[in-house]
């Protein structure tokens, strides 16, 4: 009795889907699971049809605005006018995490969960720095 592999054939909506899911930053495995595709198939799609986080990070030319670690002046300068000086927005805390709150729970309910654990723990760690401080 011999056993044959059935292969599994995933349409483009499909591949559509796993892609924005593994650029988004959710892991192979875990989007090869959710998608029940196999996990050398995503990541040979990934390379040859240049959706990996490296070469999309290259074609936006991601450069970090952020200044110094102390200072966001620096950064804000780069985005304004020629000249002008900028003061770094107050955001109020509370209002901060509860938006976070809400923006991770729609992403959970369009399934990045982890993109809504990593929001959830930033706005922990928001909250524990306000009461702190």
């Known amino acids: 009795m011999e056993h044959h592999r059935l292969r599994k054939y995933r349409g483009p909506e499909t591949w559509v889907q796993v892609r ?3 650029v988004a930053g959710e892991s192979a495995p875990s989007v ?5 595709v196999g996990l050398s198939n995503l990541r040979r799609r990934a390379m040859a ?7 999309i990070a ?6 970090p605005l952020r200044g110094g670690a102390d200072d966001p ?6 985005l304004s006018p020629a000249g002008e000086t900028v003061e770094p ?5 509370a ?3 509860a938006r976070a709150l809400r923006r991770a729970a729609w992403l ?3 399934g990045q969960a982890a993109e809504a654990m990593a929001l959830m723990r930033a706005a922990e760690a928001l909250e524990r720095a306000a009461t702190a401080g």
């Not at 002046?73 to 780069?78: D, V």
């Not at 927005?89 to 805390?93: H, K, T």
């Open 58 to 63: 290259e074609q936006l030319d991601l450069k």
């Open 108 to 110: 959970l309910s369009q």
């Open 89 to 93: 927005p107050y955001v109020d805390p």
């Open 49 to 55: 049809e240049g959706w990996t986080r490296s070469r």
């Open 73 to 78: 002046r620096p950064a804000l300068a780069a």
């Open 20 to 22: 924005a899911a593994y």
């Open 95 to 97: 209002l901060a995490v």
């Open 32 to 36: 090869a699971r959710r998608f029940d």
